[in-house]
């Protein structure tokens, strides 16, 4: 083991142990010395590099002479070059330990030949200094002799700026401190000894020597916190009048607002809802809302509660039954919103919306509706038994009538025997009555078909003037009793698909009521024509006329206009009805006009094409 491998440990040892609250350049000339001594080398220096600027200085060097540094930077500017140049230049710029057998040999040397010449050292090895990736400054040994370096040689002068570099910056560090620590001091005495100068000299103290500035400082930063305090002032102010709208609006909103925390006890109330409540502001606050509203509505806000606070989406608005304090029950529609601190959720907002009225106004109709259901079911069952009773009373009365009718017309032909005059009228009036009767009597069956829908129409090729000319006939006799002239205006008309019978009926009908509500003496004019809605009939009287608002009642079951007990005409108010329904039935339609001045019945009905085009 030669001198350089057994002082090795040593020295590395010797260099991390370097107390590094010395001054900072014993530091660095220690680290030279045991350096130099432990490679047994002609000099050194150290370098370092500005952390600010990035400029390189020589920091420190051994066995150089006091004035190295100053020829150096001399050569330096002689040669226009900069002190890193050459060999130290190489290692900085690729981080690694560069040796240099002989420096009059290396071209880069160049402008530092005459001071290594004068000197007398002939090679060297550059390590850098690194901090991380960052290099720090350079450890350089110098040996007298040109030489080649071993490898460990070279490591070694690595190993030895690694450990260097360690030093010198915790060195620097303490350095730090011990003069932030320092200047520390120096402010706190300072501003202890300006305090004291201020109590003592009043408002002199500007005129003090040497702390003019000082107290500049201090106003300044004075001046900052009153104009920060102003700030905070108006923010607060800001603030409070913010805060005091809103509480304004709470508090006299119209809807009652309240807040619950997430356990269900109220936190705060408005006026309006300790209104509805009927109760004060310290009988509310704290209480659970079981205490406040019905089973049912309790379940329900706790089940909202419970979605809110989980996030899950409500449909609103969600009413509820609230008990107040005199017990009265409201209601109130509710739309709450959760209340967050931070990412917490700490309890529930809620604005509800007194609807009371509406809730009871809504239990209203409903209770009519039920009601009127109840109505309706009454009255379909009435008029279900009283069709029944209709039906089961006209089939009673119709059979003996037909055998009445049957012996009057034997009777009256004298078949059982001779009868004189005065019997021959009165069995007439017997007969025509009984006819009367009996029509009634089908119209009320008629009827009782039509609301079973069972009308049972048998349809067929019809002509319309063959039924019109027969209907005219029909009612002729009671025309010709009134002394009612009867004028028809009847075109050619084509056959239509229909029931004879029934449109028979029909126009026999409107006939005979045009006659039955016109004095004697007037006209009934019957007017057809093929228009190109359908074929057109139309029945005008010169009677009494219908009220406007009459017109379409007339044709409802029963409806006459003239309705009481001692009216002047007969009927039963079935006609129209039965006719309104036959012409339906034919997908024809009925209407009747009244100018005043008598009354105008038409009925329009498709003709075959028309009825063959819609399908029917
Ligand atoms: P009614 O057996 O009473 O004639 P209808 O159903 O045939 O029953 O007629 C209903 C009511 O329409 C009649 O009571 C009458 O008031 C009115 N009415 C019908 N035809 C005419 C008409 N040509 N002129 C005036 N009123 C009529």
Redesign the pocket.
């Known amino acids: 083991m030669n001198k350089t491998e057994s002082s090795k440990p040593k020295a590395i040892l010797s260099i991390a142990s370097i107390d590094i609250t010395i001054e900072f350049d014993r530091i660095l000339h220690s680290i030279m010395e045991i350096t130099c001594v432990a490679m047994n080398a002609h000099s050194g220096t150290i370098m370092l590099v500005d952390e600010a600027t990035g400029e390189i200085r020589i920091a420190a060097s051994h066995g150089l002479g006091h004035d190295y540094i100053e020829k150096v930077s001399d050569a330096a500017r002689k040669a226009g070059v900069d002190i890193a140049s050459g060999p130290q230049g190489t290692a900085i710029k690729t981080g690694a330990c560069y040796p240099v057998p002989n420096i009059f040999e290396e071209h880069g040397s160049r402008p530092w030949h005459d001071i290594s010449r004068e000197i007398g050292f002939s090679s060297g090895i550059f390590a850098p200094m690194n901090k991380g990736t960052v290099t720090t400054g350079l450890l350089n040994v110098h040996w007298a002799k040109p030489r080649k370096f071993s490898d460990d040689e070279i490591d070694f002068v690595n190993d030895i700026a690694s450990h260097a570099a360690i030093v010198i910056q915790n060195a620097q560090m303490s350095a730090g401190s011990k003069n932030n620590i320092q200047v520390l001091r120096e402010s706190e005495a300072k501003w202890v000894e300006i305090k004291r100068r201020l109590v003592k000299d009043g408002e002199r103290r500007t005129a003090i020597h040497g702390i003019d500035r000082d107290i500049t400082e201090k106003r300044k930063m004075e001046q900052q916190l009153q104009e920060y305090n102003e700030k905070l002032k108006i923010s607060y102010k800001e603030l409070k009048e913010a805060e005091e709208k809103y509480r304004d609006l709470f508090e006299n909103a119209g809807d009652y607002m309240y807040t619950l925390d997430t356990e269900g006890y109220f936190q705060t109330i408005n006026n309006a809802g300790l209104k509805i409540l009927g109760c004060t502001k310290e009988e509310v606050i704290g209480t659970h809302i079981s205490k406040w509203l019905t089973p049912e509505s309790l379940v329900v806000s706790q089940e909202v509660l419970k979605k809110q606070i989980s996030g899950e989406k409500l449909d609103y608005p969600v009413t509820i039954e609230v008990i107040c304090k005199n017990k009265e029950r409201r209601w109130g529609e509710v739309r709450t919103r959760y209340i967050k601190d931070g990412n917490r959720i700490t309890g529930v907002h809620g604005i509800a919306r007194d609807v009371t009225e509406k809730k009871r106004l809504e239990m209203q109709l409903k209770d009519y509706n039920e009601k009127l259901e109840r109505s309706c079911e009454e009255l379909i069952e009435a008029d279900r038994i009283k069709t029944e009773f209709i039906s089961k009373i006209t089939h009673e009365l119709l059979t003996p009538l037909t055998s009445i009718k049957g012996f009057t017309e034997l009777l009256s032909d004298e078949t059982c025997g001779d009868i004189n005059e005065e019997q021959k009228k009165k069995l007439d009036i017997i007969y025509r009555n009984t006819e009367k009767l009996i029509g009634l009597i089908k ?1 009320l069956l008629d009827i009782g078909h039509l609301e079973k829908n069972k009308f049972g129409l048998q349809f067929g090729l019809v002509s319309m003037n063959d039924i019109i000319a027969r209907s005219i006939k029909d009612i002729d006799q009671q025309a010709k009793e009134k002394d009612i002239f009867i004028i028809s205006n009847i075109e050619k008309l084509p056959g239509i698909w229909g029931d004879e019978e029934r449109l028979t009926h029909v126009l026999t ?2 006939l ?3 006659i ?3 004095p004697s003496k007037g006209t009934v004019t019957i007017m057809a024509d093929e228009a190109k809605t359908g074929i057109k009939i139309s ?1 005008t ?1 010169t ?4 009220p406007q608002d ?1 017109l379409t009642r ?2 409802e079951r029963f ?5 009481s007990s001692n ?1 002047r ?11 309104k329904s036959i012409i339906e039935n034919h997908y024809g339609s009925i209407w ?1 006009e ?1 100018t005043g001045c ?2 105008t ?1 038409n009925i329009v009905l498709p003709k075959l094409a028309q009825r063959t085009k819609k399908g029917v």
């Open positions: 119209e009908n409107i005979a009521n045009a039955k509500f016109t029945v009287d009677g009494i006329g219908i009459k007339i044709f409806y006459q206009i003239d309705g009216r005409y007969g009927g039963a108010g079935l006609g129209l009805s039965i006719c009747a009244s008598g009354s019945f």
